[in-house]
């Protein structure tokens, strides 16, 4: 197979087709959604046989059982699939929203108006049902999209692939408006992110290899965040209770997930009477603390951090603690070490607080609140396609917003410039 | 010199200046501005000789006129950098408005905050003017710049440099928040937009030439336009008045612009009845119309446009015109040979006009307006850095806004993830 040859084809028909998506009504793209989910419940055992291959394969290959649990295409998951295209079916439509509309004092009158990127490429590793969530979200905003999935995947994204195709097809919207590539070949992944021509946009979602090699290599703007660094800091006028409880949340409410807190710092002002609470809580919970000289004259007996574990995303029962001098000191350790997705300040006083969230140069800035709110739901996106950690184009959770630009809308009546 | 080295400690420079302006006050940031126009004015004698000997060198070196007469700073010019500062003082400050704030079903307040981009760099070609535009923008916005201008305007440029650091210095704001480069040697542009670590986003002002290799081998964002193919399509019910109108004033008020016409639709239902009126009021003004087959049965003795025309953006008194079957056909024809720029439909039908804004795929599209309104000031954004055609982060004209980003802020009272 001539690899390139086939992703220039992926790459003209995503285009043509975005043309004609770019257009398509709410009420199509929406009847499309609900399609897909209908061919996606009555698919089942198509799904499941194909899901079967992979995983023995994978067993075959020796994935480990992390990969192979990734992979699993369960009921409960292609349950998921179904609700979530629903779900994405229910969001209001961005694209023809026309802001701002005023007058000039030349007369005209400016506006503007939502309308999609055009195609976006979305590489991701092995979890099948990553097909459907950014399927779904990119065909709401208008966009095309060339989907690119692991190739241990490959049999189960065929099968899901399959269904999507039909809901369009359906709802009379170009099949060529989500197109899953064909071919596991490595390759196939070096074209998609070099055509500028006929791919905008890369959204690259997995592991942090995966998000450099993408960012590294592309001809055409990429949507990432590399890393979730994320802290909460005691300030010495936090309500106790506030800081425990926020500090175990934003720890333990899930380890795997970007948005938890890797590191807690602390004012040495209140880290005596917040700190030995703390410990009690993560032990029992089996949390591993590290500590900084400070945090282990407190907590005697806990490991010492390197300097290493204060720019390490855990992604598990691990905790960096360090005790700081004042709140400008936790600013600069958020600003050095962490990577600008979610930091979060706990305090009572008011001009700290707003210092905090004008100098902390992240993606989410929070008062009193755990780092787990920085969520596309949470924050009343619907749905988001990842968190970016850069500045440009989109920043914190991308929902169906972050996938549209935008142009300017003129109304005259028959106005020329003087 | 060692060009990397020196790029390097550039991108530190700024890189940890950033920091700063991007939390100095707005009262501080317009006073640096009026003390910059201050600077500038004491300064006349000192930039009249540094812009002589830039000029002496042009012309030793062989300058063409054109070349020179940019390069050459007039006390006019000189007012005008001056009125350009205290314009920018006097526009409202981007960085900080919290947009969207609004509480979430977990009780937590969600918003949005504009952020400073952090540093940006600018590279230019010979209009010494440009440095000053640039600074005052990016200063405003909160952001860190490098300006690298044309070798040949060097001397024009580091006088001009002196001033805005006198500025700075004077309103208590660090000298590396605004950085010219002071090496012509062009290793330094390769350096400038391939060091992530410390530039943000590179914006390319000048000739395609340069833009086009900025874009090919850039590391970091770019924010630009490559050409400005315009486009005025007269619909068959188009009132005849305006439509003649709009497309002289389109064509005729400047040729020079990216946003004046450079070819002109009409279609064949109206073509007999605006196209002599035009030809005539074009033919006064020394416009040469180069036409299809059909504008040519209407208007004899006209040259022939080729396919090169219909791609070509003239920037001279040249314009050429397509005789269409419908609307359908001018759309196909703009997005298919346009540059996505700038594009107006005139008409009084309804439905036609709400076609032609959503299916245009431009940075601005108009509806009885003349293109050459695409523009910061006419758009009340008060001044402009560029006018982007991508998608990407920013699109249309580009002001203080396109300059910055967005973080979520989120404010709670001890909310913790359920």
């Not at 009158?109 to 950014?134: C, D, F, H, W």
């Not at 706990?346 to 009193?368: H, L, P, Q, W």
């Amino acid at each position: 197979m001539d690899v390139k040859a086939y992703m220039v084809d992926v790459g003209e028909k995503a285009r043509q087709a975005s043309a004609l998506i770019a257009q398509a009504s709410t009420e199509a793209k929406n009847r499309a959604l609900i399609a897909m989910a209908e061919a996606l419940d009555l698919a089942r055992d198509k799904l499941a046989k194909a899901n079967e291959l992979d995983l023995e394969n994978g067993r075959n290959n020796g994935l480990d059982s992390a990969m192979l649990d990734r992979l699993e295409l369960t009921p409960a998951r292609i349950d998921t699939m179904i609700e979530g295209l629903r779900q994405v079916a229910s969001l209001p439509d961005p694209v023809g929203i026309i802001d701002d509309m005023k007058y000039m004092p030349s007369g005209i009158q400016v506006g503007k108006m939502r309308v999609p990127l055009g195609v976006v490429g979305i590489i991701y590793e092995s979890r099948p049902n990553v097909t459907v969530e950014a399927a779904s979200l990119c065909l709401k905003s208008g966009n095309a999209t060339i989907l690119r999935g692991g190739s241990e995947a490959i049999h189960s994204n065929q099968a899901v692939a399959a269904c999507i195709s039909q809901g369009l097809s359906q709802a009379g919207l170009p099949i060529n408006a989500v197109q899953v590539i064909k071919t596991t070949d490595r390759a196939a992944v070096g074209e998609l992110i070099t055509m500028p021509e006929y791919v905008d946009v890369i959204v690259p979602r997995g592991g942090k290899g995966l998000i450099e090699r993408v960012s590294r290599d592309a001809k055409v703007a990429v949507i990432k965040h590399l890393d979730g660094i994320c802290h909460v800091f005691i300030d010495r006028d936090a309500d106790r209770e506030k800081a425990v409880n926020v500090a175990f949340n934003a720890k333990t409410h899930r380890y795997g997930t970007c948005n938890t807190m890797e590191t807690l710092l602390v004012d040495e002002a209140i880290a005596e009477f917040v700190l030995p609470t703390l410990a009690v809580k993560f032990e029992q919970e089996g949390v591993e603390l590290r500590g900084c000289d400070a945090t282990r004259r407190i907590l005697t007996g806990i490991n010492a951090a390197t300097e290493e574990d204060w720019s390490t995303e855990y992604l598990a029962p691990v905790l960096s603690v360090k005790v700081v001098s004042d709140m400008d000191e936790a600013i600069d350790h958020i600003n050095k070490y962490g990577s600008h997705h979610t930091d979060s300040i706990i305090t009572e006083n008011y001009t700290r607080g707003r210092k905090f969230i004008t100098a902390v140069d992240s993606s989410s800035v929070m008062i009193n609140a755990s780092t787990r709110f920085a969520d596309g739901f949470e924050y009343g996106l619907g749905a988001e396609i990842g968190i970016s950690t850069d500045k440009i184009h989109a920043r914190g959770p991308v929902g169906l917003d972050g996938l549209t630009s935008q142009k300017y809308v003129v109304f005259g009546d028959g106005h020329i410039r003087q």
